[in-house]
């Protein structure tokens, strides 16, 4: 069985991951919390904000923010490149 603390690195982990590919795409990024951290990720430019929960599911962990945001946490270029579009302004 896998304790609380085996997530929390896991998660921790997983958003460190996506916190380095936001820049990329420029976007900020500050981790809030200690034993179930999220991310907290803004576009300087357009004051837009969302926060991203990292969070384990049937096909491995998932990336999740709104509004309905998600992607294989496997993949955090791909999620970064998702929330930039959520973030940016539109069209």
């Known amino acids: ?4 603390g085996d ?3 896991q998660r921790l982990a997983r958003l ?3 916190a ?12 809030l919390g200690a ?5 907290s990720v803004w576009h300087p430019g ?8 990292a969070s384990p599911a049937r096909e491995g962990w998932m990336f999740l923010w709104a ?7 496997d993949d955090p270029g791909r999620a970064a490149e998702l929330i930039s579009r959520t973030l940016s302004p539109p069209p």
């Open 1 to 4: 069985m896998t304790g609380t």
């Open 7 to 9: 997530y929390s690195g």
């Open 16 to 18: 460190e991951a996506l």
């Open 20 to 31: 380095a590919r936001l820049a990329e795409h420029g976007l900020a990024a500050r981790l």
């Open 35 to 39: 034993d179930d951290p999220v991310l």
């Open 46 to 53: 357009t004051g837009r904000q969302t926060i991203v929960f």
């Open 67 to 73: 509004p309905g945001g998600q992607e294989s946490a």
